[in-house]
């Protein structure tokens, strides 16, 4: 497999959205796959602990938040600043096919890993067809 | 065909011919920065990371944000007055039979040399990457640090 060299995209703003706390809002990269058991959502939150993550699903609606720690540069002169930081922020709309009370997340380097199993009805069953 | 407004001197050679389209240049320029206003900070430089680069009396900072590596895909040295930040972010393949609904994370290598505006003593550089964010700490060479001067009345 090739290597490739990764590209800069700079960090999305969330506009349109205004939040109770001032700061910049980013959208966090994601992917979303799914197996017949759950759905897997997997989010680029860097500077996010896992203690300041908050999942809230408000009946089909997701919402990741994740609140960075300041880096640290309040006394420091700044030279460079490429990129900015503030708190993270996407909305997904879910089907109601999730069964809610079984959702784990976890953190890992600034990626949020949550799973999202499926409900028991919404589990594509096979239908056999006899001959005769 | 453009038709131009005849003001005494249009076609006089005492007047600049390129007065027009210099001042059509800047009021276009000044258009095009106004659209971008958007824009929040400096421009990056286009490569990944994107870094921060900051100072205090004693050290110096740099901290890119690198969600999905850890300190084993990293490769970070220092060369004379440069620094070299280099790895792999890798993306773990997820088990077979999965379809994709997005894919906005990409994987790949990267790597990024700065040059250093103060001499940094190389032996006592710190690497941390902590929740996806790299801090490296530079501590500033002895002579690079600002030293005071006393004065006295005399």
């Given amino acids: 497999m090739t290597e490739m060299e990764l590209q800069l995209r700079g960090k999305q703003e969330l506009k349109g959205k205004e ?5 910049p809002v980013f959208v966090p990269s994601v992917d979303i796959f799914e197996t017949e058991q759950e759905i897997t959502l997997l989010a680029d939150m860097p500077g996010v602990a896992s203690d300041r993550v908050s999942i809230d699903l408000n009946e089909d609606q997701l919402t990741l938040t994740g609140d960075v720690e300041a880096q640290g540069a309040e006394k420091e002169r700044v030279l460079l ?19 809610q009370g079984k959702i784990t997340a976890s953190m890992s380097d600034g990626v949020l890993r949550l799973v999202l199993p499926k409900a028991e009805k919404a589990k594509p069953r096979r239908i056999e067809v006899k001959v005769g | 065909m453009a038709i131009l407004r005849w003001r005494p001197g249009t076609f006089g050679w005492h007047r600049d011919p390129f007065a027009e389209v210099e001042s059509l240049h800047r009021e276009m320029s000044r258009l095009m920065d106004s659209l971008s206003g958007a824009w929040r900070g400096v421009t990056a430089a286009g490569v990944f990371p994107a870094l921060n680069v900051s100072e205090d009396r004693d050290n110096l900072y740099v901290r890119a944000e690198l969600p999905g590596v850890s300190a084993k895909d990293l490769d970070i040295s220092v060369q004379d007055d440069n620094l070299v930040i280099k790895g792999e972010r890798r993306i773990a393949a997820e088990s077979k039979g999965v379809s994709y609904h997005r894919r906005e994370r990409e994987a790949g290598t990267f790597q990024r040399i700065i040059s250093l505006p103060t001499r940094v003593d190389g032996g006592k550089v710190t690497a941390v990457c902590k929740n996806g964010v790299l801090t490296v700490t530079l501590p500033k060479a002895a002579e690079a640090k600002p030293r005071q001067i006393a004065v006295t009345t005399g």
Avoid: A, M, N
């Fill in chain 1, 19 to 23: 939040q109770t706390k001032p700061g």
């Fill in chain 1, 81 to 99: 600043r490429e990129y900015e930081t503030g708190r993270f922020q996407r909305s997904f709309t879910v089907s109601d096919r999730i069964d």
